[in-house]
């Protein structure tokens, strides 16, 4: 069993940062993808941020050139810095995880273990 807890978000005002953490149980990241998502009202879950256990990593245009994704294995720890925030960022965060599966991106695929997400809310 996977366990993850976020913590990090907050409220900003346009053009600032936060950064996210994701504490994981166990020591996986080498067989796992790893993953931020995010939803705002009224619309689905969207991947932002996705690394695997080499440290490539994949990123959502709407994010891309703004948002870091990044994992410390000796603190079991994910994190999504984000730069230059934007009012359309606001939404709850979420940390994912999934087996890595051959053939699979981590950018595609189900994640089988979720956090209980982190409000991001951004003014303009």
């Known amino acids: 069993q996977v366990e993850l807890v976020e913590s990090g978000g907050g409220s900003v005002q346009a053009g600032g940062s936060l950064r996210l953490s994701c504490a994981a149980s166990?020591?996986?990241?080498?067989?796992?993808?790893m993953a931020w998502f995010r939803q705002a009202p009224g619309n689905g879950r969207e991947g932002v941020a996705y690394?695997?256990?080499?440290?490539?990593?994949t990123y959502a245009d709407s994010v891309k050139g703004r948002f870091t994704i990044s994992q410390d294995n000796a603190k079991n720890t994910l994190y999504l810095q984000m730069n230059s925030l934007k009012p359309e960022d606001t939404a709850m965060h979420y940390c994912?995880?999934?087996?890595?599966?051959?053939?699979?991106?981590?950018?595609?695929?189900?994640?089988?273990?979720w956090g209980q997400g982190t409000q991001v809310t951004v003014s303009s």
């Open positions: 994912a995880a999934r087996p890595v599966r051959r053939g699979v991106n981590c950018a595609a695929g189900v994640y089988d273990f």
């Open positions: 166990g020591d996986f990241y080498s067989r796992y993808c």
């Open positions: 690394i695997r256990g080499d440290g490539s990593t």
